[in-house]
């Protein structure tokens, strides 16, 4: 854990909104595309199983694979976000309970500024800033 990966926490949830948008909008993109009939091929039902081919219908492949590349591109970066947020979670949650800790919550967890903090704990954002370097100083 370091401050850049406390600083990103913020930056994250937005990028997890954004990519969820996206999300959506690649899903309804592949739903939306258009069907074609194509060949798969199978195993027969008897032994020895010889192999078969069958047509069915499916999405164009030629239209739907680009689409399917960006949604796993989407959501790969979906997982490592998630990882980095619940690493920067459980860290704070690992923090002794008191002042110390809230001070860490307001700031990477509710996003509030070190100078909101200070106002709120009645610390200056100097303060603020030492007490958040003490425990990052050890990482």
């Given at each position: 854990?370091?401050?850049?990966m406390?600083?990103?926490?913020k930056?994250?949830k937005?990028e997890?909104?954004?990519?969820?948008?996206?999300?959506?909008?690649?899903?309804d993109?592949?739903e939306?595309?258009?069907?074609?009939?194509?060949k798969?091929?199978?195993?027969?039902?008897d032994f020895?199983?010889?192999?078969?081919?069958m047509?069915?219908r499916?999405?164009?492949p030629r239209?739907a694979?680009?689409?399917?590349?960006?949604?796993?591109v989407?959501?790969?970066?979906?997982?490592?976000?998630?990882?980095?947020?619940?690493?920067v979670?459980?860290?704070i949650?690992g923090l002794?309970?008191?002042?110390d800790k809230?001070?860490?919550e307001?700031v990477?967890?509710?996003?509030?500024?070190?100078?909101?903090v200070g106002?709120?704990?009645?610390?200056?954002q100097?303060r603020?800033?030492?007490?958040?370097?003490?425990?990052?100083?050890?990482?």
């Amino acid at each position: 854990m370091d401050k850049r990966m406390l600083k990103r926490h913020k930056r994250n949830k937005a990028e997890l909104a954004v990519i969820d948008r996206t999300l959506d909008r690649l899903y309804d993109q592949l739903e939306d595309v258009e069907e074609v009939s194509g060949k798969v091929t199978k195993s027969g039902k008897d032994f020895p199983y010889i192999e078969e081919h069958m047509t069915v219908r499916m999405a164009d492949p030629r239209k739907a694979d680009p689409i399917k590349k960006r949604i796993k591109v989407r959501e790969d970066r979906r997982k490592a976000i998630e990882a980095e947020m619940l690493a920067v979670e459980e860290f704070i949650d690992g923090l002794p309970e008191g002042m110390d800790k809230r001070i860490f919550e307001m700031v990477y967890l509710d996003g509030a500024s070190q100078q909101e903090v200070g106002e709120v704990m009645g610390y200056t954002q100097a303060r603020v800033s030492q007490i958040i370097d003490k425990y990052l100083k050890d990482l």
